[in-house]
Each structure stands twice: as structure tokens, then as C-alpha cells.
């Protein structure tokens, strides 16, 4: 776990070797206890130089390891004695020194770096703090200001930056590990007393108080009710107000207050959640790492509306031709100078050239009949949406890939009026497309696993977070919206106010409420697919008893809202009011509450009293108990999978872990039990009827969230 050479007759080389990332093991701890013993006491070795295998510095703590007891020696005073010790200790950094990684840098007293390494803190996205020192010594090094933002945020630093803040002595583009071997000769009559970070004084700016004030006030504000930057926070001011050797211990206090949070498990869930997802099998036993995607050089999006311009930067900026096509030469102009200002924002925020000339701008789809890949984004209408693949049946060679951007309509209708159903297969981008990270790969039963692999691959290439998921109205994601936006409205009609609702959300950690939410989307939307599907319109039986729809408990108050014009943040209005078209700033709107309270009384509905607690097990145990139906109809293969989904697509709060991890920290017993206390109260809403499969599990001592797949996998699968 960590080979012992001597190079140059005199230099012994550490090599740290855990792949993929070299990761702290115990053991690779183990052997950098042994390999250093080994340096320090041989008379022959006057320099040590520490690197990883394969190109990769270190990639911090093995963070699997979290979930047991500690083994192995601790890192602290294992580091000590590289420190303390009086022949040079160089880092060599290639690829990345993260974590744990940096810390053991920052305890050797030279560090070299690649040009193209990356270096930073990120334990405050694991739920942690750098407890290997790390907050104590990189404020010594490089400061209080850039220290606790590079440890509040977890942000990774490139090199070059790395050389400005003083973190390291020298970038190379050569051999890291050959210039570190170089450096290291030379260091060696040199004293190391200002070399150990430990010795040194924090340099500390003069309104430090007021600094760490506003840092925490910024954290309170972004981070609502997340533990760790706070914690950090505090860890640093004791680099700043204490001796080296108190702050460590106050270093390591605060990391065992962090370390057993439920904060903690579930961020590094969501770190392995994240990695599990683009995981994908298919029923056939085809799976992510047997089969070759296609390679997609060049492509195209059918419609130029808020999904297709986002669509078509997000292709254009990793190096995709693409082709855009209008209906009318309005629409296209108008299309054209919004792609071309959005791609040259972000080509500027990137600090690199925007790629125009990869964009081709057209009436017709015949211009589309040599690419390799079509995405559709035309107006939300099966009808439409089938026309066009009829046509593109007719023009683009028997190959072209074909894909729908459509947000939950059925993909196998779709890729039943194409001459080529098995290269169908839905991408489901969220908005603003070229911004949102996630991307629902929606697998019909006849696609193809090489079009599965390809689609994956190709959002992996646009810098998406990719899960595949079955066919079914609206997917995972906004099949789960549903009952949580029901329970939403249902909340309403009982007595709550949007605010009410969407400051507990809020609270939560959600970044923003269903109803501001509601708003930003556009409430049209909703509206169309409930017009659409007979739940609200002229077409709506008047026989139906009011309040119920299609059999179940029916909340008419969205559809009223809407019948006002009120669509939301475009239109000024929606459940907030804003102070024009397009404003963002949400402010309660007494027509809303008139709106509703005319509701009750027209009903006779009594408004009482709702506790946040109400609001968050109903919406959020009504969300997870779909999660449970969906994964039972096998649309989605793993609860990891819906939590990602919810993480990038739906604001979830992620130290909460997703909806799925959120309902097993719980308790699968608790949630069965409110979901039946809120079932009985309301017998006529389904979604708060517990699924077979929450009961199963809970039946079988409800066993921990990676541990379901066990439940599921005789289920039928649609994946
Ligand atoms: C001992 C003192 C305590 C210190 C505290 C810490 O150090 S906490 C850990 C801090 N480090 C991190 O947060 C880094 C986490 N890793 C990453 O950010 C990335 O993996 C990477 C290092 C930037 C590499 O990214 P890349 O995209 O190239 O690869 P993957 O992310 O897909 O990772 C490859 C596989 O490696 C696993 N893995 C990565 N880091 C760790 C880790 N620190 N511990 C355990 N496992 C790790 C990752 O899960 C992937 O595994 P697969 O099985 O292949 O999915």
C-alpha cells in the first residue's frame, strides 16, 4: 500500500498505492508508518520524497472506511513525525491531493505540484471538517481569509492557484515525481524550522472577528441548517486565537461532533449515490461496462425554446456540432441570438473562446440527414412531437440516434412511428437545460442497450449527472412531484398559506419552496397536462362531485389560479406576486389568500391550525412512498438512483441525502406509521396509502437504504 524505493543513492521514494485514488486506507496508513520509520532511520537517506501511483497524488481518506470503527494508525501523529523530523519531506503532486491528501502534503515541509493537479479541502461536502490538521495548518500557511474559503466551501484549486496562495512551492510540467526527487537533493542542508506549518503563527487579518461573522452569516444564508462549514467556521478562528497544539484538539472535538451526525452520512451517501448512478443494467444483462457507446460527432435539437437553446449550449460547449431547427424565421432569429448570448456568457464566465462557429442555424429538416444523434424539444404535445418523428423517420440516415427531450409523455409511443423504435430513447434535460446538472435517461422496452450506453455516455460528456430510468408518465422525478405538490395544495384547502408551506420546505433545507418553485417553473404547464388528461377543463364531467376527480380527492385551487391568468414568475403573478414580469423576488399576495379562504367557504371548509412537522411528513413521506411504488414497478433501479434524480433535479437538500435516504433515517417503521395515521384522515387520496413495498421492508426489519436492492430485485424491472 505504500513501496519503499531509494532513488539518487540518497533519496527514498514513497509511493502510495491504493487505486484509483489512493486513498488513506488503514493499511496505505500502515504503510506510510512503516516506509517513513524506514527513511528516517537509514543513514543512507537524507531526502524523502512522497507521490502516488498512476498519476494520482491522493485522494484523501478512504472514505468507505467512515462507516466502521477506526482502524489502523491515526493520521495525526503519524504525520507528526514527518514533520518533526530533520530530513526534507517533499510532496510530489500529480493529479490530485484532496482531503486527507492535502493535509499529508501540508505536513511534509516542500510541495511540488503537476500543472495540471488539483488540490483542496472537501471534507465540508462529505460532512466533515480537514481533521488531519488541515484547519490549522493551511491558515498558517496561506492565511485566514483564503483558508477558510477554500475549507468552508471544499473548493479544488488548480496549480497555478495553489502557487499564488502559497500552498505550494513550485508548479512543473514535467515529471512531478522527478522534479520533487531534484528538489528534495537540494533541500537538503537547508534548515526546516520555517518549513514546519505546526511552528508558525496564523496570520491574522485585523477585523478577523468581524470576517468570521460575516463568512458564518453567508453560510447561514446559502447552507440553511447545514452543520459542517459552520463547524469548520469555528475550527478556524481556533487556528487563529490558539496555540497550534489546542486548536488541534479543538480541531478534533468538532470533528467528532460532525463525524456520527446524520449530516455526515448522508453527504458521503450522496458522494457514492452520485457514483452508483451512472451504473446502469438493463433486464437483458447489458450494463455500463460492456457496452461501447457511439460516438457522437456531430447532432441536432428540433425546437429552440427554453429546453432546446439550453440544449443546444450544453452540446455546443463540450465540442459538438449541432444544428438547430425552427418551425417559423421568427422563432429561429429569436432562438438563434438567445443560443449564440447564452453561449457566449458561459464561454466568458469560463474564461475560454465561444464555440459559434460549431452552430448551424435552419427551417428544414432535411439539413438533419447525416447526423449522429437528433434531440427533440418541441412544445409538450404527443401529437407534434410524433410528426416530427415521423419526418426525421424520412430524412436522417437509417442510423441517427434518436432522442426526446419530453419531460414525462410515453417514450415507446414515440419510437412507435419511427422505422427505428430501438434507437429511440427519451433525455430528459431539467431547466435551464445548459445549467442543471441532472439528466433522466428514460429507457423504453425496445431501446437498444448501445442507445442506453450512448445517451449516458454523451450526458457524462456535457458534465450532466445521468440515471436511467423506465418508461412511465412522467419518470421518477415528476412522477414523484406529483403526490408531494398534492399533499402541497391539499395542505392548503386544510388551512395553511403558500408561505406557510414553503418556508417549512425551506427550512428543510429545499432550496426553495413547491410553490415558489411552482411559480418559477410556470404554472401553465401544469394546468395544460391537467386540461389534457381530463382533470380540470370544459371536458371534466359536470356530474363529477366537486373536490374529486378520476375517483380520488381532487384540489381545484392551481386550476383557479391559473383561470387568473397568474402563471407565475413570467407573468408577475402566480401564488406570490413580483414587481414585474420575469421578477424573482416573491412576495405573499393577499388575492391568494382571498382566493382561498372564498374556497373554504364555498366548500365549508374550516380552516385549522397546520404544524411545519404536518407539512414535511405529508409532503415528504407522500414523495418517498412513490419512491417506493416506483422502484416496486421497477422504473428506477436503486433508491440511490431517485435520490440523485431528486438532488439534481429538484433542489433536495443534499445533508439530508435525498428522499429515499431521508425516509430510511426516519425510520422505514415511522414513515409507515404516519403515512397510514395520514391515510386514514384522508382515505380518498392514494398517494398516502403505504406501498407494498415500504411495508415489505419494514416487515423485514427495515434494513439500511444500500441493502433494498435485495427486497426488489424479484420485482418486475421496465430498466
Ligand atoms: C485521514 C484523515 C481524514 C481526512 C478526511 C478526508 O480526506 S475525507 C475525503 C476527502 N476527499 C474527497 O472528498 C475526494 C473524493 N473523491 C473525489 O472527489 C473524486 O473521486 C476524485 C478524487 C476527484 C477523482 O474523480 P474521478 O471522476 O476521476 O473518479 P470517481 O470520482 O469516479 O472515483 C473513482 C472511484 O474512486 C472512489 N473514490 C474516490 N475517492 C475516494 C475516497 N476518498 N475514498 C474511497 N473511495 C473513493 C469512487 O467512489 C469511485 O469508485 P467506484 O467504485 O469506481 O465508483
Excluded at 109 to 124: D, N, Q, T
Excluded at 188 to 206: E, G, N, Q
Aim: with cysteine; proline share 7%; net charge positive.
Amino acid at each position: 500500500m505504500a513501496r519503499y524505493e531509494l532513488v539518487k543513492r540518497s533519496v527514498a521514494l514513497i509511493t502510495l498505492t491504493n487505486p484509483p485514488v489512493n486513498a488513506l486506507s488503514s493499511a496505505v496508513r500502515h504503510g506510510i508508518a512503516k516506509t517513513m520509520e524506514r527513511a528516517l532511520s537509514d543513514p543512507k537517506v537524507t531526502a524523502v520524497v512522497i507521490c502516488g501511483e498512476n498519476g494520482r497524488f491522493c485522494g484523501g481518506a478512504d472514505i468507505r472506511e467512515f462507516a466502521g470503527p477506526l482502524r489502523g494508525p491515526p493520521l495525526v501523529p503519524l504525520l507528526d513525525s514527518i514533520e518533526a523530523g530533520e530530513k526534507p519531506v517533499v510532496a510530489a503532486i500529480e493529479g490530485v491531493a484532496l482531503g486527507g491528501g492535502l493535509e499529508l502534503a501540508l505536513f511534509c515541509h516542500y510541495r511540488i505540484a503537476h500543472f495540471k493537479a488539483r488540490l483542496g479541502l472537501p471534507e465540508v461536502t462529505l460532512g466533515i471538517l480537514p481533521a488531519a490538521g488541515g484547519t490549522q495548518r493551511l491558515p498558517r500557511l496561506i492565511g485566514i481569509p483564503a483558508a477558510l474559503e477554500l475549507i468552508t466551501t471544499g473548493r479544488h484549486v488548480s496549480a497555478q492557484e495553489a502557487l499564488k496562495l502559497g500552498i505550494v512551492d513550485q508548479v512543473t510540467e514535467q515529471n512531478a515525481c522527478e522534479v520533487a526527487v531534484e528538489f528534495a537533493l537540494r533541500a537538503v542542508a537547508k534548515p526546516l524550522s520555517s518549513r514546519r506549518l505546526s511552528s508558525l503563527t496564523t496570520p491574522c487579518p485585523p477585523n478577523l472577528d468581524a470576517l468570521l461573522e460575516a463568512v458564518t452569516m453567508q453560510i447561514q444564508k446559502k447552507a440553511r441548517g447545514v452543520m459542517a462549514p459552520l463547524a469548520c467556521v469555528q475550527a478556524v478562528r481556533a487556528a487563529a486565537t490558539m496555540p497550534y497544539s489546542q486548536g488541534i484538539k479543538r480541531e478534533s472535538e468538532l470533528m467528532a461532533t460532525l463525524f456520527n451526525s446524520g449530516q455526515a452520512r448522508a453527504l458521503q451517501y450522496c458522494f457514492f449515490a452520485e457514483r452508483t448512478a451512472g451504473k446502469w443494467t438493463l433486464p437483458s444483462g447489458a450494463q455500463w461496462n460492456d457496452i461501447k457507446p457511439r460516438e457522437i460527432r456531430s447532432a441536432a435539437v428540433i425546437g429552440l425554446g427554453t429546453m432546446g437553446r439550453g440544449i443546444a449550449v450544453s452540446l455546443a460547449r463540450v465540442g459538438i456540432p449541432v444544428i438547430a431547427v425552427e418551425s417559423d424565421k421568427k422563432l429561429l432569429e429569436t432562438g438563434r441570438q438567445m443560443v449564440i448570448g447564452m453561449l457566449e456568457r458561459d464561454a466568458k464566465r469560463r474564461g475560454v473562446s465561444a464555440s459559434h462557429n460549431l452552430l448551424k442555424f435552419t427551417l428544414g429538416l432535411q439539413d438533419l440527414k447525416d447526423v449522429d444523434l437528433v434531440i427533440e424539444a418541441v412544445f409538450e404535445d404527443m401529437a407534434l412531437k410524433k410528426s416530427v418523428f415521423r419526418e426525421l423517420s424520412k430524412v436522417c440516415r437509417p442510423a441517427t440516434l434518436f432522442c426526446t427531450n419530453t419531460s414525462g409523455l410515453d417514450v415507446d409511443a414515440l419510437a412507435g412511428v419511427t422505422d427505428r423504435p430501438q434507437l429511440v430513447i427519451g433525455m430528459h434535460f431539467f431547466s435551464p437545460a445548459h445549467v442543471m446538472k441532472l439528466l433522466e435517461v428514460v429507457c423504453g422496452p425496445r431501446s437498444s442497450s448501445e442507445i442506453v450506453a450512448t445517451a449516458m455516455s454523451l450526458g457524462k460528456r456535457m458534465g450532466k449527472v445521468s440515471v436511467a430510468v423506465g418508461n412511465c408518465p412522467g419518470f421518477v422525478g415528476n412522477r414523484m412531484l406529483k403526490p408531494y405538490s398534492d399533499q402541497a395544495t391539499f395542505l392548503l384547502e386544510e388551512g395553511a398559506t403558500p408561505e406557510q408551506i414553503d418556508k417549512a420546505l425551506e427550512d428543510f433545507g429545499f432550496a426553495m419552496g413547491v410553490f415558489r418553485m411552482s411559480d418559477l417553473a410556470g404554472l401553465d404547464v401544469g394546468w395544460r397536462v391537467r386540461k389534457e388528461s381530463g382533470l380540470t377543463g370544459p371536458d371534466v364531467d359536470p356530474k363529477n362531485p366537486p373536490r374529486r376527480r378520476q375517483g380520488r380527492k381532487y384540489c381545484p385551487i392551481p386550476d383557479m389560479v391559473c383561470e387568473q391568468g397568474r402563471f407565475g414568475q413570467k407573468t408577475g403573478r402566480g401564488w406570490y406576486m413580483y414587481d414585474k414580469p420575469g421578477g424573482t423576488k416573491a412576495k405573499p399576495d393577499p388575492l391568494i389568500q382571498n382566493l382561498i379562504e372564498m374556497y373554504r367557504n364555498r366548500y365549508g371548509i374550516q380552516p385549522r391550525n397546520i404544524t411545519d412537522q404536518e407539512i414535511i411528513e405529508r409532503c415528504l413521506f407522500a414523495l418517498a412512498n412513490e419512491g417506493f411504488r416506483i422502484l416496486e414497478d421497477g422504473i428506477a433501479a436503486r433508491p440511490e438512483d431517485i435520490d440523485v434524480i431528486y438532488l439534481f433535479g429538484y433542489g433536495f437538500p443534499r445533508h439530508r441525502g435525498g428522499p429515499m435516504f431521508y425516509a430510511s433515517m426516519v425510520g422505514l417503521q415511522r414513515v409507515l406509521e404516519r403515512l397510514e395515521h395520514y391515510h386514514q384522515a384522508h382515505p380518498d387520496v392514494p398517494h398516502l396509502e403505504p406501498s407494498p413495498l415500504l411495508k415489505k421492508l419494514v416487515a423485514c426489519g427495515s434494513p439500511p437504504v444500500q441493502k433494498w436492492r435485495e427486497h426488489i430485485k424479484t420485482m418486475h424491472s421496465h430498466l
